[in-house]
Structures are given as structure tokens and as C-alpha cells.
């Protein structure tokens, strides 16, 4: 079956560092990948979509300069925060799918940053 | 742009009574397919529907919904609730030559007894 594996599952921070989490697709092509960060205050935000050999498109409000993205083959996609801030809390979600419109989105557990 | 607007907040049921979540949809694509996401506390959010089919019953755990193009709607019905489907749901939508998925807000279901 299709899984998706994040890590870590909870990290803490100090304010003004960075820290990277990455995702693992198994058993599926991991064409896209989304990366969404859940808060209380705003529940389901995405950040930025990345689709081998295409760009990766980020959404208003985020950056790659804050949350620089690499998504080097069909498995594995890595996410940083870079300068953490007390804004920057939450459960960071990423959920990769295959090819085809209606493709399902496989979401991983997420990782929980607590910034200190 | 696209954009998918659920039920507000809370939504409390007593056990073995129906509910329903509302989702409402504006897109200008034609070609779109619709989801229903649930996630449990502590967990990742899983698909429990998906449907493309205007006009067409969707069911899955006792969940269903069915697509009205002609309202823009994907409502998740269930007639009769359990304890255990406490959860966020999440309607998205997503449309062919396009990755991205676009999720409502969200509804959090709470049942009681």
C-alpha cells in the first residue's frame, strides 16, 4: 500500500533557527508533492506545491527564502524553516500523490515544530 | 481562483442520529474531482470519499455524498453516527493538469452519546 513517512514527528526550536523535516513516499511515485502547515488560528494552509522537473510554485505568504524546498526524485521530498518564529508553530503536513487529475493525496503524520 | 467553503467549526451529534457537513465549491474548470478527507486526532488525514460524477452517490464507511454540479455542492451525509467518527473532515477539490489540491476550512464532527 501507499505510506508516507515524516520525521521528525516533533521537534523544538529556538527562535531565529532553522530546522528541516523531510517526507518518504513508499510504495507510489511521489509526482507531487504538497507541503501544508496546520495551525489552530488557520487550520489547512499550503505552502508551496512541488511537481518533478517542474518549478516549485509557492503559495501568498510563503517563500522559498523561508521555507526552501527540495524535491530531488519520486520518494523523498525535504522541507526548512529557516529563522523560526513563534508564527512559524504548527503541524507541517505533506501529502504527495501520483500523476492523473484525480489522483488520491497520500498525507504523511506530520511534523510538530515548537518554537521556543 | 478556485475555492471550497465547508460547515463552520463545530458541528455536535448525539449517537445514532444523522448529520450533515456542508461543502460548497466555486471552480472555472469543468473537468474537477471532489474529496472528502478525514482526520482523527493525532493522525493524518486519510480520503474517505471521491467523486467526479455529477449527479452520482459516493459511499464509503457508511459516509456518502453525492456531487450537484448544478448547486456546486459535495455534502458528506451520514444517517446514522458512532462515537468514533469524531474527526476533522475536509472537502478539497482538484482538477486535471493541475496537482494542487484546494481544501475548505474544515468541519470538526463531535458525537456524543
Known amino acids: 500500500g501507499a505510506l508516507v513517512y515524516q520525521y521528525p514527528r516533533r521537534t523544538i526550536c529556538k527562535s531565529g533557527t532553522s530546522m528541516r523535516m523531510e517526507c518518504q513516499a513508499v510504495?507510489?511515485?511521489?509526482?507531487?508533492v504538497a507541503w501544508y502547515r496546520q495551525s489552530p488560528q488557520k487550520t489547512f494552509e499550503l505552502i508551496a506545491l512541488?511537481?518533478?522537473?517542474?518549478?516549485?510554485?509557492?503559495e501568498q505568504n510563503f517563500t522559498q527564502e523561508k521555507f526552501p524546498i527540495s524535491h530531488p526524485n519520486l520518494s523523498f521530498s525535504s522541507m526548512t524553516v529557516l529563522n523560526a518564529y513563534l508564527e512559524d508553530r504548527g503541524l507541517y503536513l505533506c501529502?504527495?500523490?501520483?500523476?492523473?487529475?484525480?489522483?488520491?493525496?497520500?498525507f504523511g503524520p506530520g511534523t510538530r515544530l515548537t518554537v521556543l | 481562483g478556485d475555492s471550497v467553503t465547508q460547515t463552520e467549526g463545530l458541528v455536535t451529534v448525539t449517537e445514532g442520529l444523522p448529520v450533515m457537513l456542508n461543502c460548497t465549491y466555486q471552480?472555472?474548470?469543468?473537468?474537477?474531482?471532489f474529496f472528502w478527507y478525514v482526520q482523527y486526532l493525532n493522525e493524518a488525514p486519510k480520503l474517505l470519499l471521491r467523486?467526479?460524477?455529477?449527479?452520482k452517490r459516493t459511499e464509503h464507511q457508511g459516509f456518502h455524498a453525492t456531487l450537484h454540479k448544478s448547486s456546486s455542492s459535495f455534502h458528506l451525509q451520514k444517517s446514522s453516527v458512532q462515537l468514533s467518527d469524531s474527526a476533522l473532515y475536509y472537502c478539497?477539490?482538484?482538477?486535471?493538469?493541475?496537482?494542487?489540491?484546494?481544501f475548505g476550512a474544515g468541519t470538526r464532527l463531535k458525537v456524543i452519546a
Open positions: 512541488s511537481t518533478v522537473n517542474s518549478a516549485i510554485k509557492y
Open positions: 471552480t472555472a474548470y469543468s473537468d474537477v474531482a
Open positions: 501529502g504527495a500523490r501520483e500523476a492523473g487529475g484525480y489522483a488520491e493525496q497520500f
Open positions: 478539497a477539490l482538484s482538477h486535471t493538469g493541475n496537482y494542487k489540491y484546494v
Open positions: 467523486s467526479s460524477t455529477d449527479n
Open positions: 510504495g507510489f511515485q511521489a509526482t507531487s
